[in-house]
């Protein structure tokens, strides 16, 4: 049977509490949108928009731009800023700017597609809060939503995996730190690899599972302060200690293209543009000036996050093809002997930024698979008589997958970005925009609500597919061995 139920988590009547993706983004920018009103007139929905999405206006919460560009840019800044450094560095800062480049065009004509595409289902089918695998299924059929499903499961099992190694390796890291237990740790740590990891899942996991929504809230904002600040700091104190040498040494161009699975997947927030859709009532000018807005913020972000963290570490030391992780690098020099200031307080931020930024985003994953597998298993919605089974199928394999190989951080990452969000986030959004438009129609047989909204007709569908295709063939070709 087609699966169902796939609107997204924060209008999804099955989702026990709000996801975390989107409650740390409201979180994180809350304060700031209470005290900001946008000034623009209000979105003008296409014809055809149903009537029951305009229910923000009539409780008084005139839908925002500024808010929804917002939410974009939030989800935007996860942990996947972690494997920047580590991709980058062997390529160099120019290439990997220019690969950052391109993967925001790419990322950004996907998340216009997947735009035009909700907006002209939600006018045809008149349900407001489809999310992108129940429009996937309007638009491809069966076939497409399984695709779609699967690809989902992929990337949130692959991010876990990536998530409960590197947040095991700085929970141990952290508490080795501690007086009076940093030892018992570390030697439990070095007899047993997996002790970091296990222990970082059944902490969060425990607090998921059995914690409230209120307090997992609390837990969660905490963390999201944590993040802005760590990384405020890592700026201040690295920016200025950059060597403007170590940005130009370096320069690979034909390795840029390694880079751009990771590139690609931290650059991801398309799982909220239906709700923006939604949010700004299908007025497709505001909608492109959020999502385009919205994601610059992060890059502008992580360009300077590559160059604080190149313009510190040598580039030499890459030197071979070895593979060197600079946030590593960074952190020890805070143990190192006359270190100074500005080496041992970027050593002490990383650790503490690198943790904050796998919890926040731990927390989505998590809930976003307990969506998914209680809708699978056709649990009620508020029934939590499944939640002993639901949660060890979420935190049991990865954690089996970091026991056999608890040096797969980076490795889960780029084969989350490889193949999943290509998949999900470049060949379906030009998909079902090749299907739509060659129909003419959204479904039910009802006209399309809105033009297309990126340039180039079919030339520019065919690109993404071509670009998502080209690299997952090089990667499997790669893992193949035969490159």
Not at 184 to 207: H, T
Not at 281 to 288: A, V
């Amino acid at each position: 049977m087609p699966f169902k139920g796939f609107s997204s988590p924060v209008s999804s009547p099955r989702s026990p509490r709000p996801s975390a993706h989107i409650r740390m983004n409201n979180d994180r920018k809350g304060a700031t949108l209470e005290r900001a009103e946008e000034a623009s007139a209000a979105p003008v929905p296409p014809a055809g928009w149903p009537a029951a999405a305009d229910g923000d206006a009539a409780q008084g919460e005139p839908p925002s731009v500024f808010g929804a560009s917002a939410l974009i840019a939030g989800t935007t800044v996860g942990a996947g800023i972690l494997a920047l450094p580590v991709t980058t560095l062997p390529v160099g800062f120019v290439p990997s700017t220019a690969a950052l480049l391109l993967s925001w065009v790419f990322m950004c004509v996907s998340g216009l597609l997947i735009a035009e595409v909700t907006v002209n289902t939600i006018c045809a089918l008149q349900r407001p809060g489809l999310g992108l695998l129940a429009t996937s299924e309007q638009v491809l059929g069966r076939a497409g939503s399984r695709v779609a499903g699967g690809a989902y499961v992929f990337i949130h099992y692959a991010l876990l995996v990536a998530y409960c190694a590197q947040g095991g390796a700085n929970a141990v890291s952290l508490l080795g730190d501690l007086p009076g237990v940093g030892g018992a740790v570390e030697a439990l740590a070095g007899e047993r690899q997996v002790f970091g990891p296990a222990l970082f899942s059944l902490l969060l996991g425990g607090l998921i599972g059995l914690g409230d929504a209120s307090f997992l809230e609390n837990v969660n904002s905490a963390f999201v302060v944590l993040v802005v600040a760590s990384f405020a700091g890592l700026l201040a104190v690295g920016i200025p200690s950059v060597d403007p040498s170590f940005l130009l040494a370096q320069a690979d161009w034909p390795r840029s293209f390694e880079a751009l699975p990771i590139c690609i997947l931290a650059l991801v927030y398309h799982n909220v543009v239906p709700i923006v859709c939604t949010q700004l009532r299908g007025d497709m000018g505001k909608i492109r000036t959020a999502v385009v807005a919205g994601s610059a913020v992060p890059l502008a972000m992580f360009i300077a996050w590559n160059a604080c963290v190149l313009g510190n570490v040598d580039p030499s030391a890459a030197a071979g093809g070895a593979q060197i992780d600079p946030m590593a690098v960074l952190a020890a020099r805070a143990d190192s002997a006359g270190a100074s200031w500005t080496s041992a307080a970027l050593g002490s931020l990383v650790p503490v930024f690198s943790e904050a930024a796998i919890v926040t985003s731990f927390f989505g994953f998590v809930y976003g698979l307990y969506d998914f597998l209680t809708d699978a298993l056709g649990v009620r919605p508020g029934d939590k008589s499944k939640d002993a089974l639901i949660y060890p199928l979420i935190l049991a394999p990865p954690l089996v997958v970091v026991a056999v190989n608890p040096d797969i951080f980076l490795n889960a990452l780029d084969t989350a970005g490889t193949f999943g969000v290509t998949t999900l986030f470049g060949l379906l959004p030009a998909a079902m925009a090749w299907r739509q438009r060659a129909a003419g129609e959204a479904g039910d047989g009802k006209k399309l609500a809105v033009p297309p909204v990126v340039p180039g007709g079919q030339v520019t569908l065919s690109i993404m597919a071509l670009i998502s295709l080209v690299i997952i063939v090089e990667g499997a070709a790669d893992l193949a061995g035969l490159i």
